[in-house]
């Protein structure tokens, strides 16, 4: 191979890596522009309006939006799923069982996902102690207090089961899988 061949080489191998690296991380850079436009906007704390049966609203967020109860933890079911909304995680409690609850939702996503609910959780990361998170469930509002936000390897995410508590979890940074964001609140 002579020198010139493997200059070109070694351009055309740049080129298309930059393009594959601005390609895959696309997502992370267009999510603070986009983030939950379709989602976030004022839910009256009176009366019955709620956006569905089920729905989560986040007062300092102003993010409001359903959430949908999973039936598998297999990775495919839970992905087409969290389309629809924040997904209530299989296996842990409701609002008002002395269980946790988990809920997850999509920090960012894929600039070709046609979903309003991609980059949900993407300012999680806002919330600190004291805020509150409203879960209506059953025509009924659930008031959670937030007790602790941290950090966590995407391999150690624990779910308490006996206690009354809501689990907010989220990948994190926005844009990468590497971490997970969680989000504990106590029932008030």
Not at 48 to 63: D, G, Q, R, Y
Not at 93 to 109: C, D, F, I, Q, W
Not at 126 to 139: A, E, M, R, V
Not at 167 to 175: H, K
Request: some cysteine; overall charge neutral; hydrophobic content about 40%.
């Amino acid at each position: 191979m002579s020198i010139r061949n493997i200059h070109s080489f070694f351009i055309i191998w740049l080129i298309l890596f930059s393009a594959g690296f601005i390609f895959l991380s696309w997502s992370f850079f267009w999510s603070g522009a986009n983030a939950g436009k379709w989602t976030y906007g004022k839910l009256p704390l009176s009366g019955e309006a709620v956006l569905s049966p089920h729905s989560i609203f986040i007062p300092k967020l102003n993010l409001r939006t359903p959430i949908i109860f999973s039936r598998s933890e297999e990775k495919e079911d839970i992905s087409q799923t969290l389309e629809q909304g924040i997904v209530h995680w299989p296996e842990t409690g409701y609002p008002g069982e002395k269980r946790n609850m988990a809920l997850v939702g999509h920090s960012s996503g894929y600039f070709w996902e046609n979903s309003p609910y991609t980059e949900i959780f993407s300012h999680l990361d806002k919330l600190t102690g004291g805020d509150t998170i409203i879960i209506f469930y059953n025509q009924k509002r659930y008031f959670y207090q937030v007790e602790e936000i941290k950090v966590v390897a995407s391999n150690s995410i624990k779910v308490l089961p006996d206690e009354t508590d809501l689990t907010l979890i989220t990948c994190w940074p926005p844009g990468t899988t590497l971490k997970r964001l969680v989000i504990k609140a106590k029932l008030i």
